[in-house]
């Protein structure tokens, strides 16, 4: 699964896309650990933009779950950016909006985490 | 095979406080504003079709206890219930009401021996009469143990050995189908605290299964295999869901509990073809249940393949026919 790195300053936007289940959280786990050790090793925030993402089951959820569990270890943080529909209402289901901030678009998720990085998005 | 729920709530019994009934009067009044209501019976049949879920019954109520039917020509002598929970107390009434004195044998399943799963039994109405016959099949070693603990001083003042029924205990073996009383009965190893048993029941070409105090790891896939095909092509799974999927994997994990979400995912790739959310949390009255309810099937609809699970939540009182 290609999550598409892009930094914004201090934090750094991943963006998974597809579904993310039993089949395929195993190999967005793999993929997402180096940014997930890099990134919050510079004490840089990150935002997950799930607009590409299709679905997500309760593996998926796990993952998230790690990360976020990972960073509130090393002091960083993690939030999520735009779910598309399905993505936003299993959130609500599993009660995931309470352990993760959710904001509507990348941009609002950036600016929640740093204004440097807000800054830098606005002149892409 | 028909179901009956006694007892669906999760850990320790809960009651509707006055508020909660003055509040369910109050919006019922509001409802009937001008319907011409002025007996009992046209009060009744206007509650039946015009007042929901929500001001008409109580998810309730008392711990696990869940008894089944099997087949379509049950031995009416004949009792299988689940759990010793609360709900135990009005599954004894019923038994006692129907057989009228006559002789009875009651076969129970226990997934564990936590208090809450046996504390109906000291006041379990056929325990005290003669003419009853108490099967109590489980997998645990203390399972005869625990029954006894909890009658002596000074937790209750009718020592076991005072009871008047025919009591025995018979162990079960995990992963082995035994045949009890005409019924196919299939125990199961779950996570929780001192290990609890799913158990799958067959007859008359129908199954059910009941699996309560069980968490189920996420990164276990052979173990969620092994619950798949437990559950496969099952008329009914009465499951454990006590958590949301964000409590049960983060600050409740280990507490030995489950979720919704996982299971409408073991219920859908297991083809079951009704899940009935059970042993729900104290904490969630009736609002939160119903809403939780929605939730699920909602999930059901997204997540669905080609065919439909249907959802219901447990209450007691509830009666299932499949």
Known sequence: MTLTPQPYADTLVLAPAGRLDQESSDEFRAGLQPHLDAALGAQRGIVLD???????????????????????????????????????????????????????TVREALAALSPEAAAAFDRR | MRVRFWGTRGSIPVALTWRDVRDRLARALVKANGHDLDTVEKACAFA??????????????????????????????????????????AFGEHVVARQSGRPATINVFMSHLHWDHIMGFPFFGPAYLREARIRIHGCHEALEHAFRLQQDPPCFPVPFSQLAARIEFVRLTPGVTHDIAGVKVTPKLQLHSG????????????????TTDSEHKLDEPAAAESFVSFFRDADLVVFDAMYSLADAISVKADWGHSSNIIGVELCQLARAKRLALYHHEPANDDTAIERILQETRRLEELTRADRKLEVIAAYDGLEMEF
């Open chain 1, 50 to 104: 799930l607009s590409g993402l299709e679905y997500v089951s309760s593996a998926g959820l796990r993952c998230f779950m790690l990360a976020a569990r990972q960073a509130e270890a090393q002091g960083g943080r993690i939030v999520v950016a735009s779910p598309r529909p399905v993505v936003a209402e299993i959130f609500q289901i599993s009660r995931f909006n309470m352990l993760f901030s959710v904001y509507p």
């Open chain 2, 48 to 89: 039946g079709r015009h007042l929901g879920f929500e001001l008409t019954h109580t998810f309730g109520g008392h711990t696990s206890c869940v008894e089944f039917e099997p087949g379509t020509a049950p031995d009416p002598d004949q009792y299988y219930v689940c759990d010793m929970g609360s709900g135990a107390r």
């Open chain 2, 195 to 210: 290990d609890s048993f799913g158990f799958r029941f067959a007859a008359g070409g129908r199954s059910f299964v009941y």
